[in-house]
């Protein structure tokens, strides 16, 4: 395992995760942590680490994930850097104490608000699919809330790994911030210590994994899973617009977004004027030949390649269909004719594949949501404010996204978390203070 800490950047060292967690435990304890000067100056710092190194994050995820370096700043290094500087901007009126009415039997002269309370030492366990940006943006979370952190990076983004185990103790604190790369024997030697707060992202078999190692210690968690994200495009809506939104939100970071639209829902007509319109849309973002494009991303690995491969005979090819195992590219594929049973449909796709399936109406469109697991996110095509209204009424989603996929995550205001199967718990800005925050109540009563 490799334990990156001051003076010995990327080499093995012995330390062990319980030394790890004692030594942040130990920093925790003196309250370095807790001023919000030392928060804001860690934030200070890693905003110089993304905008001084981020070419060497940038050829990272390009090495991982084939991303162009225009989607690596957008999605992960300059998105880290607005989440720092929203932080920046509002962390002391975040902080402040939150007076409480005090009921009229305690007397005139008592006193009552909650305050935020640092909960110690977050251990923030981070997927391969933006390994920067969510490896970083709940840092960002977990240090504005003046806690100590134990970084643990995906083993399947190396390059993303070792890049951010090279650059975060060369910019950070180290006696509060510590990066543990590996996969699941350094996860699970992790697990078995105490935190103070876990926060997982990635799949919901290793959610549960994580919320079991956390009852022991009775730790909370926040756990960022996924699963399929419906869209559902009503009858009578702009189809050219609504195939530019799809596509562009669909084939982002090939597919492998957790919040990507999953499948699309429409009825049989709008189905057919959707397809032509997605074959002119994926054109336009990725030309005739999306192999030779240096905007379109690959499949993170052979397991990943094989498994989408497997799903690309679920329907009748609109578009794409091609794939080159040696390269891990799966064009952009669009199928419709789709059956609710095939295979593309009983598990989350998390590749650049869309299914349309169709539905005689919102009825039963809203029903095909429900008979399902709580998704991600939502995303309805409506110009109707009635039909809007009801999708997010009768349904429960982590987000609801009208008119546009994906785009709810950079609004720094709004909650980002799932809901039942696709999660617990939410962050970025002020929601990150109170996931990484013990909201402390205290009742002041003078003696005389
Ligand atoms: P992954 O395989 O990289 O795993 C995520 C992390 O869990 C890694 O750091 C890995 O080392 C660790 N891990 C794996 N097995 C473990 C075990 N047995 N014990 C402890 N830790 C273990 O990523 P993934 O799970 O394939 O990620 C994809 C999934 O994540 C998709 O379902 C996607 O929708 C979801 N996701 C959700 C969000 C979100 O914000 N809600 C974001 C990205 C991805």
Redesign the pocket.
Known sequence: MTVTQRGTVNQPTPEQPADVVARLRATFRTGRTKPVEWRTAQLRRLREMLTERGDDLAAALRADLGKSATEAYRTEIDFTVREIDHTLDHLREWLRPEPAPVPAHLGADADAWTQYDPLGVVLV??????PAQ?LLAPLVGALAAGNAVVA??????PATSAALARLLPAYLDTDAVAVVE???PE??AL?AERFDHIF?????A?GR??MRAAAEHLTPVTL????KSPVFVDRDTDVEAVADRLARGKFLNAGQ???APDYVLTDPRTAAALETALVRAVEKLYGTDPATSPEYGRIVNERHFDRLSGLLDSGRVVVGGGSDRTDRFIAPTVLADVDPGSPVMRE?I?GPILPLVTVPDLDAAIAFINDRDKP?ALYVFSESETTRERIAAETSSGAVGHGLPLAHLTVSDLP???VGE??MGSYHGRYSIETFSHRKAVLVKPLR
């Open positions: 366990i981070a997927p391969w699919n933006y969510l643990k990076p995906s083993e399947l983004a590996g996969g699941v996860a699970t697990l997982y992202t990635g799949n919901g290793v994994v994580v960022e899973l996924g699963g977004t957790c919040v989350e998390f991600l980002f978390g799932g696709s999660g």
